[in-house]
C-alpha cells in the first residue's frame, strides 16, 4: 500500500518536475517568475522589510578579524553569480572545442551580429548619455538574456528553423564572451596586483594540473573558489572573471576513452550476466560490485567539463538565476516620480540601446558582411528570421541588470536602468515572438 502511495506521488509529483526542468524553456520560464514575484514584493507593504533581507552583512570571524563581510546582494552579484560565469566559461572551451565555435568560418555571421549587436546599442546609449555621469553606462544594452531568448524561441517549436536557434544560440555566445571581456577591462575598481598576481599563481597551479592530466573535480574546486575567487575579489577586478578564467582550466578530456570505455562496458556486461543472482529484489554481492565497477567507469569517461556543466546547470538555472532576479529585479514604483525616471538620458538610453541598437546591430552586420561576400545565412533562415532573432537579442534582462549593478552607484540611475531594460526587453520579446511565428506560418 504504502508502495503505490510512494510511485502515485512519484508520478504526478517528481516526474512533471523532472520532466519540467529537461525543458529547454523551463529556465526562462522560472526566471520570468522571479522577476515577477521581485516587482510584486517590492511593490507590496512588505517593500521595506524585502529591500532589507538584502542588506544584511555576511562574513567569515578569523583570530577576532572579520574578513569577506559583504551584504547579502553583494554574495549573490559576487559569489552565486560567479558559479553563473563559471558554467559560461565551460560552455564557452566546450564550443570552442567541440561546438558552434569550433570552424570560425561557418560561424562568422553570427559572430558579426553579436559584435555589431553590441557596438551599435553602446553607441545609442552614448548618444543620450556622451558627457554626463551616466556615460558609465554604455556597456548596459550590450547584452542578451540566453535564459529569456531560448525560452521565446523553443515556445515557438518547430515553426522556428533550426538554423534559427543555432544562429540565436551562437551570437548568444558570442555576446556572453564580449560580456565577459566588457566586465574585466571597464567595470573594474582599484586593483591589487599583488592580489591579482596570486590569483594567477593558483590559475598556472590548475593549468598544470589539467597538462599533467589530473581530473579529480574536487582538487579544481578548491583551488578555484578558495585561491583563484578569493584572490580576484580582494584584487579588485571583478571575481566573475575569475569563474571564467578558472573554467577554462578545467580538462575538457575524459580519465578512459570511449574505446576503453565500451571495452570495459562489454566486460562488465558478461560478469553481470554469469554473476550469481538470488531470488530477492537486491543485488548479490557479486552483481552489486560489477555495477559499482560500472558506475565508477562511467564517471571516468565523461570529461571533468561536461561532468560539472551538466551537474551545475540545473543549479545555475532554477536556484541562482532566479536568487539572482529576485535580489535585483525588484524596481518600487509606489510614489516614485515618472518625471525624475525620465530625466537624463539612462532610461531612455538603455532602452533603445536595447530595443533599436540590438536589432538594427545584428540586421545591419549580416547586410554587410553579404555584401562583402563573407558569408550568408544559414538554409532556412530567411531575413524575416534574422529580424526575429534581433529583437530576441534585445531581451537583456540578467545580464543588463548584473552590469547596472556595476556601472552605478546612484540609485537613481539603478532605477532608470531597470525601467530601461523591462520595457525593452518585454517589447522585444513580443515582437520578436511575432515576427517568429508568422515567419512559421508563412513557411508552412
Known sequence: MIGKYKQRISQRVFMPIQEFMRQEKAGGIVLGLSVVVSLVLANSPLRESWAHIFEQHFGFVFGGETFFDFS???????????????VVGLELKREFISGELRELRKVLLPIGSAVFGMVVPSVVYLAFNHGTSAASGWGIPMATDIAFALAVVYMLGSRVPLAVKVFLTTLAIVDDIGSVLVIAFFYTSSISVADLMTGFCFL?????????????????AVVAIAGVWASFLMSGIHATISAVLAAFMIPADAALSEKDFLARMRGHHDD???????????????QLEIVAS?????????????RLEHALHPFVSFVIMPIFALGNAGVTFVGMDLASVAEGGVALGVMLGLLVGKPVGIVLSVWLLKKLGVGALPEGMTMRHLVGVGFLASIGFTMSMFVTTLAFDDPMAHVQAKVGIFVASVLGGVIGYAILSRCGRSVE
Open 204 to 220: 598556472l597551479m590548475m593549468f598544470v594540473a589539467n597538462r599533467m592530466s589530473v581530473k579529480n573535480i574536487w582538487f579544481y
Open 272 to 286: 553481470f550476466e554469469e554473476a550469481d543472482g538470488n531470488d530477492f529484489p537486491t543485488l548479490g554481492d557479486e
Open 294 to 306: 560500472v558506475r565508477r567507469d562511467a564517471t571516468r569517461a565523461m570529461p571533468p567539463l561536461q
Open 72 to 86: 547579502l546582494e553583494h554574495w549573490i552579484n559576487d559569489g552565486l553569480m560567479s558559479l553563473f560565469f563559471f
